[in-house]
Structure formats: structure tokens, C-alpha cells
């Protein structure tokens, strides 16, 4: 691994040098001297040098107010390149380090060709392959468009450079001056948002990253699954194939956010209908450059009249018609009347055109010529359609009550919200079977009430396929979901739209099963339905309610419960995962978490969440993406050609005692502690978080409100900024402890070897462990926390050591993460350079809360901390 890991280090010096060169030239040589002190001092203290880590802490306590800013960007901004070399490694030639590569795939493929994995089966999974990503805002997702498009150049250069055997010295030269100009320009670019981005801005940043990435990367990913295909099974994907779909809830998700409204919706809708257009354009006008050829089939001849050259007539065609599309939407989102006429409203006009040029290529003998670029073009048809990207809509379950409630109360019918399950079961179902209207035409609604149904009319106004599902936060009943249908009947929705309940707290979780089963009991719903239903599992607010343990458990329980009832029921299901980056929020290496799920729980596909940082992460560059959409591709085939095994009776057993003991552990703190919420407020940038400019949404569902109000994802992203990352651990350790005091030590160890749900777990926990810091946590509280809550952070420090003894007892290791030495050496590189910012951090948080006005110089450096935190620590938030 050394001397491939030499690369990475070689690359990450050289930006960090090029970026000492901006830093001289911006700020002097003065400057750059102390970033230089400081980042010394932190290599010697890590490795193990305590006069130094005293140094470092008095150096960064002096730091002239002058200079807070610089060095904080500094830090931040080499953690950043770091990331950009890292992500760039594991897609670089020199790289054997990739978490899944092609040769995943290529190594299934071969087993089945040499059938070890029945054939049909495989051909089966192949046919029903569905892998749908979507793309969600994240509150603490900084990053701007300027920001991507950087970070594209930059591995551009990088890409060069990797070939210097090849290259001459002027042209070595010439790309590493280019690479310096690339960081001076991100050095001179303020790269935090001064003003709260909208739920606009955070579409059009979606929008960027299927331009600059997943334009390129979805038909590269499926041309290279087809060689794949075609060279151990002798079959192809079919032309029409679309394994990969991409959905938003950026523009969509209304949950908490009301800046979101049904006129945003209805716009960004507009928008991605334009980008789509505009993207669609570049490629035809492409193609009619390199279509020259006269030869074709009837249908093209008859598509294109007497034309001499019958491709590029058709192209033409294609080309005026997009052309009248992008007018039609420039004169929409401005509010001006315009004609429809000529423009493309669905996929098929786009794809018909396209398909008959194709097939005439080939049925002329130039198929090479039919499978470039206008192959390409047709993948992406099929996956972003003409509306680029289907949205999501999320609303929270009592404001759909709410407007039932305003409804029989109007019509003297008594207040809904105060009904019971049954009777309002029994009256939505009258009212969707009914075919009078339910709404008052001379009735006027709350702000609020109208707001919810103005939404369900824009949904009513759209294509289908622009639509992806109708998701109700906080789903307890079958009520809620039945009320979305009725709610959407009632707005003159023709379609049906796919309603999927999330359920997302412990208690939500262990009922999902009887509330699904009482959906499937009415027959009005089974009808309507099609037999068809989608449930999300809620991953972040779980885990905040319960910790981590009991959440997981939960969550594997619901969805095994899930897949059994509608299998039993002979309903196709499809389970949607709200993952987020960070072990607190479910996240974990995609490949193992998904082996990790219950038998039988990917047959329909995976539909998942993608979080602003993680979307950078993971897909952000078409290299990286293609790697990405590879690992999903083979850890669905895996997991449902060779599925998992059936947990055995003893582990579930097991399981249900380490899921209890587990949540009552980190209740007992979270909830009984009654120093607990100051402490958390005190030691941590929570309170500092809600003012910046992160994220559309609010920090929190009720300003007035203490832990239980404040979202899943500041919750978290708070507590890994102090390096306690307290949600991501507290409750698992103690419950493991306590199983290994009663004589099970030897069945968790069997466990952790066989199953792969619990040995995720474990490895997800090594993970955070790593990531924690002990000093730095207990800095954080000399220098912000009141000496009387002392005790308390001692408590967990003291917690956490015995729990990372106890994680290693289990896997019989000596230190952590011995299994993916990878992982652990770049925790390593990137904590000299995090940990400064930390200790920076709580200079800044302390000066800040001396100050009794804002001081914009302080907020500024504080941001910027924080970003560079979450850009060292990476699935953060």
C-alpha cells in the first residue's frame, strides 16, 4: 500500500505547497511563517510530543485578530485540496485503493458465467437493476457552484500531471502553473456564502452537479456495464435500459422549510426543464456536426424527406425544436404569456427521433459510428428525461391533518385532528371513493392550509414523469397517508402519485409494519395503488431519538417486517433510505451497508438519499461518479443473487437485549442528564450554526425548543465539530459491555464474523472512534464550558476510552480500523491539519461569546472553521 499511497502524498504536498505559494503572494511571508509554526507544532503533537501540543494551544490563544481569518482559510483550504487529491486517487491509475471497483462487477460476472450463480437469475436481477439517487440540500453543505467547477479543473490537472512520463517540460510546467492559479483563484473566491442560499440556489447547485458529472457519468458507467455484460454473459443492455434514475428533493422538500412554497416548487420545476433543454442542445448540435452520412433506412428517409444528408435534417429539427423549448421556459419564469407551440413537452419526442437514427446507423453497417456519441445521448434520455430530474415533494404529517381539520370544521362536521384511526379511516376512504368534490368553492383557508393544497395543484399541473414520490415526514398512521391521496384527489391530481410514508422515530419504526398492513387491508387502496408501495426508512432522526444501536436494529427489524408482509401480500415494494453522510444519520460504506440489509430488501431496487457533501463525495466528478453508480451496481446484484443470511434466533435475541440496554444508555444522557442541554450548548457551535448562512431550511422544526426540536443533521454536525461525536457512538459501547459481563462475548464475536448487519456496525463505530479526539473534546470544555459541567464531559470522555476498549475486545484487534489500514492513514494525514482548526475553533467560539456585539471578522473565521472541520472529518453532517 506504500508505494501507492506515495502518490496521494505526493500529490497532496504539491497542492499544499502551491498553496503556500497564494498565501505568501496574498499575504506575505509573515504569514506564511506562522501557518508553517502551527503546522509543525500539530505534526509533532500527533506524534506524541506534549510540549509542542502546549505550544500549539498557546500559539493559536495569541493569534492577533488580524490573523484569525487567514489562518483559519489557511487550514480550511488545504483540507479541501485534500480531498480533492483523495477523491482524485481512488479513480487514478496509480490507485489500488478503491472501496468497489469495476472489477466487483467483472468478478460477479464471472461466477455466474462459470455458473457458481444461476444465469437466469442473474439475467433477471440484470433486467431489474434499479439504482434512483436523490439529490437533497444540506443544511451544512457550503460548498458554492464556483466551488465545483474548481474542483473539476483542479483534478483535470491532476489527471495531466499523473502522466508525466509522457509529458515535456513545458507542458509539466505549464499545468502546474495552471494548478496554481486554480488555488489562487479558490484562495481569492468566497468560498462561504455571505447571504442564506435559497431553496433555488440549492436546485440550481443539483442542477451543476448533473452538468459538470452525472451528464458524462451515467452513459460512461452504462457502457462500461455493457462491455462488461457482453464479455461474461454474451447479452447487452437493452437500448432502453434505465437503471440509473435521478430525483431531487431540492425545491421539493417542504418539511420545516417555509421557503419552500408551491410557487418555488412550480419554478424550479421550470428550471430543470430549461437545463435540461439546454444540456440536450449542446449534445444535437454535437451530433449534427458528426452526422454527415447520406445512407439510412425507410423510416429515417421518410423522417427526413429529400434531404441529402437525412441524419443532420432530423437533428435540425430536433435542434429548433429545443431551441423553441428553452424561449417557452425563459418567457415562463419570467411570468410572460407565451405560445407552447413546437416545443417538447415529453421524453418520447426527444427519443423517437434519436432511436430511428440509431437504428438506421445500424441496420446500414455503421453501428461503430450509431454506439459513440449519439449512444450516449440516448442513455440520457432515459435516465434524466425532458424534465433533467424528478422531483420529490416532503411534507410532515400534521399539515395535511390540518387541512382536513379546516375542512369539517367549515362544513360542520366536527375537528378531524380529534377523530380517531378508524373514523378517519372510514371517512377518507368515503371521500376517495366519492365522486362529488370535498372542497368549499366559496370556502377561504389559512395561509397555511392553502399553501399545503396550492401545492397538491401544482403537482396536479405536472407530467408524471417530472413527479418521483409524495414523502410525509413524521408518518405514524394509515390516516396520514391516506389523507395525502385525498388531499391530491381533491387538487385535480390525474395521476396517481406514489405516496411513501417516512417513518423515522424508534416508536415509528417498530409500528411501520401494522400501519403498511392496514393500508394493504382496504381494498379501495389496494385498487388504486396498483399493488405498488414505497416506505422510506428514516435513518437520522431515529438515531437521534434512540442513538445508533437501537436505531439500526429498528431499522432492520421494520424493513425485514416490510419486505415479509408485502411479499406475503404479493405487493411489489420499494424501500427509500434517508441516509446521510455520517454514521449518526446511517451512513456507512455504501457497499457494506447495503449487504448489511435484510434478505430480500434490495429486490426493488435501491432508492436513496444523496447529502450535499456526500453528492460532492461521491459524485461529484464523472470519474468518481462512475466508480460510485459501479459499487451500488454490484452491492445490489450481490446482495440479491447471494443475499445475506437469516439472522439466527440467539442473535436476534441478542440484538433486541443490545438495542435496549443501548437506548436506554443514551436516553439516560440525552434526555435524563439534567446538565445535559447546557453542556451541548456550551461545548459545541450549536448555537453558533443557526446563525450562518448554511442552508435554506431553519436549524430547527420550533425555535423554542431544546435538543427534541433541533433537526437530525445540526444535531450531529455539532457534536463532530468538538470531536466527541457524541450522537455517533453513546449507547452501543455500554450495551456490547454489558452483554460481554453476562458470557456472550464469544456469540458477539460470532456475530461479527457472520452477519454482516452486526459486523457493519462494529466497523462503522471503528470509524467514529477514529475520528474522535479526546483532547481536543476535553479543550473545548476548558475554554467554553462553566467548570461546573466539567464533571459531565469528563463522564463521556471516560465513556467513550471504555467503549473503543470494548469495540476491540469484541474483534479481537489491537487498534482500530486494522482492517482498512486505507482509512485509518487518511484519518491520520488529514488530523494534523483538523486539528489546529479545532483548537482555532474554540478560540474562536470563546472570543466570539466574550463579545457583546457581532464582530463579522470573528464570524467570518468561525465559518470557516467549521467548513473546514467538515471538510477534514468528511461524512460530517
Known amino acids: 500500500m506504500n508505494e501507492k499511497y506515495s502518490a496521494l502524498k505526493s500529490n497532496v504536498s504539491m497542492l499544499g505547497h502551491l498553496l503556500g505559494n497564494t498565501i505568501e503572494d496574498a499575504h506575505g511571508p509573515a504569514l506564511l511563517e506562522k501557518v508553517e509554526e502551527i503546522r509543525q507544532l500539530s505534526k509533532s503533537a500527533a506524534a506524541g510530543n506534549q510540549d509542542d501540543h502546549a505550544k500549539l494551544k498557546t500559539v493559536l490563544q495569541n493569534l492577533p485578530a488580524d490573523q484569525l481569518l487567514p489562518v483559519a482559510r489557511a487550514f480550511s483550504q488545504f483540507l479541501n485540496l485534500t480531498n480533492i487529491a483523495e477523491q482524485y486517487h481512488t479513480v487514478s491509475r496509480q490507485s489500488d485503493t478503491h472501496e468497489c471497483s469495476p472489477d466487483a462487477i467483472d468478478n460477479l460476472l464471472r461466477r455466474v458465467s462459470q455458473g457458481e450463480i444461476d444465469a437466469n437469475n442473474a439475467q433477471k436481477a440484470i433486467a431489474d437493476l434499479k439504482i434512483e439517487l436523490v439529490l437533497t440540500a444540506h443544511p451544512t453543505e457550503i460548498a458554492r457552484r464556483t466551488t465545483i467547477h474548481n474542483l473539476v479543473q483542479i483534478n483535470k490537472c491532476l489527471s495531466k500531471l499523473e502522466l508525466s512520463d509522457y509529458l515535456g517540460a513545458d507542458e509539466r510546467a505549464k499545468t502546474e502553473k495552471r494548478l496554481e ?3 489562487a483563484q479558490a484562495w481569492h473566491t468566497d468560498v462561504i456564502r455571505q447571504e442564506r442560499p435559497t431553496p433555488l440556489d440549492e436546485a440550481k447547485w443539483g442542477f451543476a452537479v448533473i452538468e459538470n458529472s452525472l451528464w458524462q457519468a451515467v452513459p460512461a458507467f452504462l457502457r462500461q456495464f455493457d462491455q462488461q455484460l457482453e464479455s461474461h454473459l454474451d447479452i447487452n443492455l437493452p437500448i432502453d435500459a434505465k437503471p440509473v434514475q435521478i430525483s431531487s428533493w431540492m425545491g421539493g422538500d417542504r418539511d420545516g422549510n417555509p421557503y419552500v412554497t408551491s410557487e418555488v416548487t412550480r419554478e424550479v420545476m421550470l428550471l430543470s426543464r430549461w437545463k435540461a433543454a439546454d444540456l440536450y442542445l449542446r449534445d444535437v448540435q454535437d451530433l449534427i456536426s458528426e452526422l454527415s452520412m447520406t445512407q439510412c433506412d425507410d423510416t429515417v428517409r421518410e423522417m427526413a424527406g429529400e434531404a441529402h444528408e437525412p441524419y443532420r435534417a432530423i437533428l435540425k429539427t430536433l435542434r429548433s425544436q429545443l431551441n423553441h423549448t428553452l424561449s417557452y421556459l425563459d418567457a415562463k419564469l419570467k411570468g ?53 430530474i424528478k422531483l420529490d415533494i416532503r411534507q410532515e404529517s400534521t399539515r395535511h391533518a390540518d387541512v382536513l381539520s379546516a375542512v369539517t370544521r367549515y362544513l360542520g362536521m366536527g375537528d378531524y385532528a380529534q377523530w380517531s384511526e378508524q373514523d378517519k379511516q372510514a371517512f377518507l376512504i368515503r371521500e376517495l371513493s366519492s365522486k362529488r368534490p370535498l372542497l368549499p368553492r366559496d370556502w377561504t383557508p389559512s395561509d397555511d392550509v392553502k399553501e399545503v393544497i396550492n401545492t397538491c395543484r401544482v403537482i396536479a399541473q405536472q407530467p ?3 413527479l418521483g414520490a409524495y414523502v410525509i415526514s413524521m408518518a405514524r398512521t394509515a390516516s396520514d397517508v391516506l389523507a395525502v391521496h385525498l388531499i391530491l384527489q381533491e387538487a385535480g391530481c390525474p395521476f396517481r402519485m406514489d405516496v411513501c410514508p417516512l417513518f423515522e422515530t424508534l416508536d415509528d419504526l417498530n409500528n411501520a409494519e401494522s400501519v403498511i398492513g392496514e393500508l394493504m387491508a382496504i381494498d379501495w387502496y389496494r385498487g388504486f395503488t396498483q ?18 444501536m437501537a436505531a439500526g436494529w429498528a431499522q432492520y427489524r421494520a424493513m425485514e417486517a416490510l419486505v415479509n408482509l408485502c411479499d406475503d401480500q404479493g405487493v411489489d415494494l420499494t424501500l427509500f433510505h434517508g441516509r446521510g453522510g455520517t454514521v449518526g444519520r446511517g451512513g456507512a460504506p455504501a457497499h457494506a451497508a447495503l449487504l448489511s440489509q435484510p434478505p430480500r430488501s434490495l429486490k426493488g431496487g435501491l432508492r436513496v438519499t444523496e447529502q450535499g457533501e456526500m453528492i460532492r463525495f461521491k459524485l461529484g466528478l464523472p470519474d468518481v461518479a462512475v466508480n460510485s453508480l459501479n459499487l451500488y451496481t454490484s452491492a445490489i446484484l450481490e446482495a440479491n443473487l447471494l443475499p445475506p443470511p437469516e439472522p439466527k434466533q440467539e442473535w436476534r435475541a441478542l440484538m433486541d437485549t443490545l438495542s435496549d440496554i443501548s437506548c436506554q444508555a443514551y436516553r439516560d444522557v440525552v434526555r435524563g442528564h439534567e446538565q445535559f442541554v447546557p453542556y451541548f450548548r456550551s461545548t459545541t457551535p450549536e448555537l453558533e450554526l443557526g446563525k450562518l448562512p448554511l442552508g435554506s ?116 484487534s489491537d487498534n482500530l480500523m486494522e482492517q482498512n489500514p486505507w482509512g485509518a492513514e487518511a484519518i491520520r494525514l488529514r488530523n494534523i491539519y483538523v486539528e489546529p482548526l479545532n483548537m482555532l475553533q474554540a478560540e474562536l467560539l470563546y472570543r466570539t461569546r466574550q463579545c457583546e456585539e457581532d464582530d463579522q471578522s470573528l464570524d467570518d473565521a468561525l465559518m470557516i472553521s467549521i467548513a473546514g472541520i467538515a471538510a477534514g472529518l468528511r461524512n460530517t453532517g
Open 531 to 548: 399493488n405498488f408501495q414505497m416506505v422510506m426508512i428514516g435513518y437520522s432522526d431515529s438515531a437521534k431519538d434512540a442513538g445508533v
Open 336 to 388: 410572460e404569456r407565451t405560445s407552447s407551440q413546437g416545443i417538447l413537452t415529453d421524453t418520447q419526442q426527444l427519443w423517437q427521433p434519436l432511436l430511428a437514427c440509431y437504428q438506421s446507423l445500424h441496420q446500414c453497417g455503421m453501428g461503430i459510428i450509431a454506439d459513440g456519441k449519439l449512444l450516449d445521448l440516448l442513455r440520457c434520455v432515459q435516465c434524466f428525461g425532458v424534465h433533467l
Open 181 to 183: 492559479q486554480l488555488i
Open 697 to 812: 431550511r431553519p436549524s430547527k422544526r420550533n425555535p423554542q425548543g431544546g435538543v427534541e426540536s433541533l433537526r437530525a443533521i445540526p444535531w450531529i454536525f455539532a457534536w463532530s465539530q468538538n470531536r466527541l461525536l457524541l450522537p455517533a457512538w453513546l449507547g452501543a459501547g455500554q450495551a456490547i459491555d454489558h452483554a460481554i459481563s453476562k458470557g456472550h462475548k464469544a456469540q458477539l464475536e460470532e456475530m461479527c464474523r457472520e452477519w454482516p448487519f452486526f459486523s457493519t456496525r462494529l466497523g462503522m463505530l471503528e470509524m467514529v472512534f477514529t475520528k474522535t479526539n479526546l483532547d481536543i473534546a476535553k479543550y473545548y470544555d476548558q475554554r467554553l464550558v462553566d467548570e461546573s459541567l466539567w464533571p459531565l464531559g469528563e463522564s463521556l470522555r471516560d465513556q467513550l476510552r471504555q467503549d473503543i476498549q470494548v469495540i476491540l475486545a469484541v474483534e479481537n
Open 464 to 466: 408524471r414523469e417530472a
